[in-house]
């Protein structure tokens, strides 16, 4: 590939969003791989991309052939707990993957940070820019195109993040792990993006933690506050993959399904092409997905929008648009079920007459609580289980 | 690897199965490649191991990852839909990929065919009967270590499989796609899995359509009726990881979710694991699944009988055992979560208040129906659909 | 009243039927009037006909104005458990309220029996013939209209019911609690109606423990199999007015939710007119209800088959068929409801989204099972209950 | 009865708050009498009171009996469509009909009246305040105890409401029919207290178009409203008997079930107990109910409080607290539900799997919306039916 800006070089992240083109994120690596076996729930790190990269560059290639604009690095987090020497080169490999795949389509590359637990243990400004500082510089090595500085609970950290990122010249996005409650200590999302704009971010919004419906939610009170604020940017939105109604201000870790009972929330191909276009009402024009979005999730976005962009993504060879292709079905009366009315009327069954519709949240109050809430680095003790289960069973007898 | 029966050959499938030995199946690969961008809707044709074998590979390698014990070759069915030449270089190029990844791990290859559009229209014993000859010679070419019938609707169209798979002399397992109500000519699962094993099946049971309990209730009736009849055989159940209690006769594809809105139904690792252990109780001792099988369901089958078997699959270095792994979790009330108590007696939510638990299926008959119930080599016109809306909307009135 | 039979008399229950006319049953005494303050859950006993004839003679007003043809007279079980002398005075009392009512409209006053607790301990047929004699006796002075066995779970019992009522010479009507799965012993529905009638019922049915549909399928067994024994009886079904289709054998008793959580379950009119359609045209014409039958769902089976019986029942004046009554509602939006296409779609929602749409039936196995399932005469002890309360804990988790 | 504050009187409303009593409301008339076949939906007015007295008499009993403290009059709106000389006789039937009842055990009489429909349409202060004064002239020659008003959208309406009845010099309550949202024009809910205590209220709160919870959080607000502006007022609650946490600004009306389809969201006894218990535990000491608050659930409320009132009321002698009558049911498995703790975790199911648990409102908006929206006197015609429904089925597809 050329090297940016050269002579047939693709178009950068702010030149396509300043044209008005839409650009269309990428999906779920980490409850994706972990469902096909190479990411272990519970720590949530990418250390497949050195031990088993076929499965990570095929992950990439699926979301690239969905319609991806952007590659997404897998890449580790280097706070204090993955601070030895493997996690520099998993991130480098995560690099070198990320490129090889936007290579073979029109995707650029992003070099991607989060929160650290650092901050939510001693919010010591110098310590946690730099762990940024330290995976910048991979970044910076590697050459990405840009950078994202994502799944922030805290604007206060997002805004540091923003801080650190900017140095390189690169353009920088950041979105937050919020919903419309606002951040972990309450401040809401048009201030929070008020923040991050300040901060250099060109382009804000949210990622993870809240379904579809919820995220845009957020986007609008997002939008609204920089409005107010007189204040420029472009919007993004990756949301869960997942419907998250019944979530509170943590968003879904907070629901008792998480992680492992999650499966009747996943959004269809049909609720991701209403979000897309939602999105891009409210005039959001980078959308994709976090965790739950899988490679027909992302289809769903770039056909919701193909009459806009003017072209549909590879991946749609195999899908007829609507569920057109049922037209050739065997039996004629899943044929009746080829056409844009059915899909979007249809209220779909859970198949499961025992279970409710909506959970009740783990309500542990929000991370910077009580003693308890405090994050750990050691396993939780048989003796901490039992203590935590019991003050749960007091909180739904409630 | 060596020949089959040469030194240091793996043990071939009945071997296994009569020494007690539980043999993990594979799991789903149209609606798993579908989502993943490879396969077609309602073509639901494998040209993908020639187009993309990277991905079918892949889909290959995480099955057997996650413990699968059987590669079943990703192939075209022979029908005369097919027959051009194409489909002979998909089956051949099939059969080496999973050869291939049979290879790297302990498993063997069955090369499968199922039921044919000639019989619903014909009833041509001959014409039927070569098709299936057809496909059994790239298998005898490539090799295979045993062969599998499967997705039958009608139990004289599988016994003619049977028949003629048999002559190759290698072991023949035959499925069939029926729920407790029988085949769609009403005859009784005991009296089908009778006719089977009559026919020359060494192992009988039941793949697709139906999600887990109701496969294996239909699998006890196959049981008893070979009890009844005093025949001996192997159990096998590859069901569908998508929960059904609320299918007719067809099954799954005559709910209205079918194939798209299908997402709430999908099963947790934990109802899998309940299946699996159901299964065993039950004298299965061939059990994987079909559509909507994830390798992670896979996964769940060859842990909740690590203790049988006395291993857990590769895939398990990313798993702690019902839900264990969660222990290492920043957030201590998900480590909560870390037991087995948590996840079997959760009623997880679906996330979708103004969606119902149940839907009518479409009760548009049994296959050979009236006319209207043709199966139809063309694409249905516009004026078809209009008709078959018709006639729906006056069912669901009723 | 003119005597029956004399100038003027009211057409007796066997003349109506004969004629092919439809007999409205009326509803539910120990449920509606628990909820007005006059009846104890759990006793289940009729002493309000004493204690507070005015609330009693108020709800069997309202039945004769929606429409009801039959005063059941709301008696006292004169079981050894209620021996005492109190017992027959209520039951006076209860003909005396049932035949004034009755005498304000087209009404005619059933006495009514039904099962005893000496059967299920003792199977002494003498005994029990007697329990039934004594009752017989209140209704034989009373001189009620005909005679209804109902609520029995033992076919066995029931014809011995019908062996003691028919001595008298009135109509007998005999209406077992049982569902498809047939009664307590395990026969079937269409042998129990085979056997009451040649016992001497001339009239036979259900009654109870089963919802409106359940109830139907149980009919159409019982139809059956009168049929196929070549007998003649006239239909008669009165079900709960509770949907029930998660109960067993049991029926809704072993629901969790009895009886103190069944509000979600009742049945709204337009279930009912649907109830009463399916019901006529299956060939029942005695049709009626039994707990959770309030006033307006006997008005809602006197309006759906208005048509065929030529005339409304009084308590139509204060009700517009099919909620036409809305078409002067203050508000416009509401007004768009005052039509049957309108109610007969809606697919009502619960209000509930934590709850799930189905229970699972507490198992406890039939009546006459192990000891722990014998009925007893002593409150449960704290240790009894606390037992009883670690099965079910262990059977739920399974 | 004595005189109002002669020797032997009852206590005033007042003096039973002042004191820190509960005062126990009553419940539901218009539809409980609809169901019963005595007031019509869609009109629903009270002529029942002259047509019908046994009944209305009854339900008064019932509702003294579970422990009600205040027989409201079941009265007519005299508003313009109602102008005609029969309102007044009726409203003084119903004035006797209360005044007998509450003669018969430890209640007062209030007469009601609520908002009228020339408000919405002309916003004429002088015509509606006539409206309240000709209602008030009845109450005054009856000499009820003290006055609600009751059922305002509009905090203007019901200020002018209280300004009228003070004149009386007896205790004026006022209560809305608003949710958290605040009244028909955005006052929010503390605004709207502070406006009715200002005009002279001694009692606030709502009634009717919400369910427990959401009326109990829209008190909450009302109660900040006043602690913040400094005054100080008693509350009052009398919420919907039915679960509606899925409606908008305009309350249950907007549900697409009312009025024919509520009965799946009914509260149970157990519900109303920790509506009681909640109310208490918010300040609020004038607890009842509204549309759909049956007897029961009355009693409910008083056996909830009976620990801080020191007794229970008389139709508990038919009611064991918590399910304790069940201990002497014959069956064991349901002796096992005798407690506290069953009832208090049971999540009850609904036994419709086919329908949802949350519905969308009709979002109509506000009543005083465009003219389509506008209230109207003349019965729709099947032209404006058809407009209607074209409107509501293009926004349901949204």
Redesign the interface.
């Given at each position: 590939m050329a090297p940016a800006g050269g002579p047939g070089a693709k178009r950068g992240i702010l030149e396509r969003l300043e044209s008005g083109e839409v650009v269309v994120g990428d999906g779920s690596f980490l409850i994706t791989l972990?469902?096909?076996?190479?990411?272990?729930?519970?720590?949530w790190t990418p250390e497949a991309v050195v031990e088993q990269p076929?499965?990570v560059r095929?992950l990439h290639?699926?979301f690239l052939?969905?319609g991806s604009n952007v590659m997404q690095t897998f890449t580790f987090s280097a706070s204090e707990d993955n601070m030895e020497s493997k996690w520099e080169d998993v991130n480098a490999a995560a690099c070198d993957l990320a490129r090889e795949v936007a290579g073979k389509g029109d995707a650029l590359v992003a070099g991607g940070i989060c929160q650290t637990?650092v901050y939510k243990h001693h919010k010591d400004e110098a310590r946690v820019k730099k762990l940024f500082q330290l995976q910048l510089d991979v970044f910076a090595r590697k050459n990405v195109d840009f950078l994202i500085a994502e799944y922030f609970e805290h604007a206060e950290e997002a805004m540091w993040a923003v801080e650190v990122l900017k140095e390189l010249g690169k353009p920088v996005a950041a979105t937050m792990c919020i919903g419309p409650d606002g951040d972990m200590h309450g401040v809401p999302p048009g201030e929070c993006a008020v923040k991050l704009v300040k901060a250099g971010a060109a382009i804000v919004g949210v990622n993870c933690r809240f379904?579809p419906s919820t995220s845009l939610k957020t986007m609008k009170l997002m939008k609204e506050g920089l409005q107010a604020a007189g204040l420029k940017a472009h919007l993004m939105v990756q949301s869960l993959g997942?419907?998250?109604?019944?979530c509170g201000r943590g968003g879904f870790?907070?629901?008792?399904?998480?992680?492992?009972?999650?499966?009747?929330?996943?959004?269809?191909?049909?609720d991701i092409q209403k979000y897309a276009r939602e999105a891009y009402r409210l005039g959001v024009r980078y959308i994709g997905g976090c965790c739950g979005f899988?490679?027909?999730h992302i289809?769903a976005i770039a056909e919701e929008l193909a009459p806009e962009r003017g072209f549909l993504p590879?991946?749609s060879?195999?899908?007829?648009s609507w569920?057109s292709?049922?037209?050739?079905?065997?039996?004629?009366?899943?044929?009746?079920?080829?056409?844009k009315e059915y899909?979007?009327?249809?209220?779909?069954?859970?198949?499961?007459?025992?279970?409710?519709?909506?959970?009740?949240p783990?309500a542990?109050g929000v991370?910077k609580g009580t003693a308890?809430?405090?994050?750990?680095k050691e396993?939780?003790t048989e003796q901490?289980?039992r203590e935590?289960?019991e003050k749960?069973k007091f909180k739904s007898?409630q």
């Open positions: 972990e469902k096909r076996g190479y990411v272990k729930a519970g720590l076929d499965a095929q290639m699926e052939r969905a637990t379904g997942f419907h998250t109604p019944d870790v907070d629901l008792p399904e998480y992680p492992f009972g999650l499966e009747p929330r996943v959004a269809t191909r049909w899988e490679p027909y289809r590879p991946a060879e195999k899908h007829g569920g292709g049922l037209d050739m079905h065997t039996k004629p009366w899943i044929r009746a079920r080829a056409r899909w979007e009327n249809l209220r779909i069954a859970s198949g499961r007459p025992y279970n409710p519709s909506m959970s009740k783990d542990w991370t308890e809430l405090m994050q750990q396993a939780t901490q289980l935590l289960f749960q007898a």
